[in-house]
């Protein structure tokens, strides 16, 4: 079984700060994980994945995040906030043999001028 | 826009009506995914379809059904509907029906009221 915790439902930056959003996994098997982003009113769209080839992955608009098993995390980070990053971010998980994405509940991230 | 349609966006109903959502994946896309997003159940998964055909269920009621059809549209149907139904119901489509880590794109959802 698979699952994904967001620790933080809620978290708050002023415009140019550092933006960490945690989030923590419980896999049976290797997993494949990823970050989508989910505007008002809108789908999700995929901000980066991992699938095993580099721990450190880059995703766009300047999001990253890194894949630490020995922490079972995978925590996305964004140098400096920008006041268009206002949205809700969900982590979620594959693994193996399993296509459907398990989603953590989402992190609603809002900035401060 | 990721490619995938859905329609329609916004359906308000009754309790124990019937509705039917519909999905047009990417062009090339064979997989369908259904997902419901509601404040307390938060986004789960329902169902997935490949080239036509049932790949994996999840946390669907069985008052809920879906097919795919030739096209490779889908139509997810919620049947006797009750207040608890009302909720944000995304459809993804992927290339494979294979691989756990192909990305899954999001349409806009359709937006379910149930009165």
């Known amino acids: 079984a698979q699952s994904v915790t967001q620790l933080g439902s809620h978290v708050s930056v002023s415009e140019g700060a550092l933006v960490l959003l945690r989030c923590n996994y419980s896999?049976?098997?290797?997993?494949?994980l990823f970050w989508y982003v989910q505007y008002p009113n809108q789908g999700l769209q995929l901000l980066l994945k991992y699938t095993s080839a580099a721990t450190l992955v880059k995703g766009i608009n300047d999001f990253e995040a890194e894949f630490k098993k020995s922490e079972t995390s995978f925590h996305l980070t964004k140098p400096s906030a920008h006041m268009s990053d206002a949205a809700e971010y969900f982590c979620a998980v594959t693994g193996q043999g399993a296509q459907k994405l398990v989603f953590g509940q989402g992190t609603r991230l809002t900035i401060n001028p | 826009d990721s490619g995938v349609t859905q329609t329609p966006k916004h359906l308000i109903t009754a309790t124990g009506q019937r509705v039917t959502l519909r999905c047009s994946p990417r062009?090339?896309?064979?997989?369908v995914y259904w997902y419901q997003q509601s404040l307390d159940q938060g986004l789960q998964f329902l169902i997935q379809y490949y080239n036509g055909e049932e790949r994996a269920k999840g946390n669907i009621l069985e008052r809920f059904s879906a097919q795919q059809f030739p096209d490779l549209h889908s139509e997810l149907n919620l049947s006797s509907l009750e207040l608890g139904d009302s909720a944000l119901y995304f459809c993804?489509?992927?290339?494979?029906?294979?691989?756990?880590?192909?990305?899954?794109?999001f349409g806009p959802g359709t937006r379910l009221t149930v009165l």
């Open positions: 896999s049976s098997v290797p997993p494949y």
């Open positions: 062009s090339g896309d064979l997989s």
């Open positions: 993804a489509s992927s290339v494979s029906g294979q691989s756990s880590y192909n990305e899954q794109f």
